[in-house]
């Protein structure tokens, strides 16, 4: 009898150690066909809504705080808009070049609609 429980033993000890290389295959499979891509460039930023943290205008630069990719980016602001933003408002990026961010107001976006 200790035979028999030797081998179905052994055998469970087999089965385990197979599935668990094959769950590793898996995994690696998965992982290969990932791509894992940290680096925030201008063109992530577009579409993204951001908050005023130095207040401008037409006229004038100022500074806007947004997350993308997990990461707090802090960028210069500039707008087209005929209007002055405070420190607060929440803008929407619509273009991203020479490391500035070009901005138009969330009201501006509800008045188009």
Same mark, same amino acid.
């Given at each position: $009898?200790?035979?028999? *429980?030797?081998?179905?033993?052994?055998?469970?000890?087999?089965?385990g150690i197979f599935l668990g290389a094959v769950i590793v295959l898996l995994i690696a499979l998965q992982r290969r066909q990932k791509v894992v891509d940290s680096l925030v460039s201008l063109n992530n930023l577009v579409g993204i809504f951001a908050i005023v943290e130095i207040p401008f205008d037409q006229t004038s630069?100022?500074?806007?705080?947004? *997350? *993308?990719?997990?990461? $707090?980016v802090d960028l210069l602001a500039v707008t087209e808009e005929n209007k002055t933003f405070n420190k607060g408002d929440r803008v929407l990026v619509v273009e991203a070049r020479n490391n500035k961010v070009w901005v138009v107001s969330e009201d501006s976006l509800n008045r188009s609609q």
């Open positions: $009898m200790s035979n028999q *429980t030797l081998i179905i033993a052994l055998i469970i000890v087999g089965i630069r100022g500074k806007v705080r947004l *997350t *993308t990719k997990g990461t $707090m």
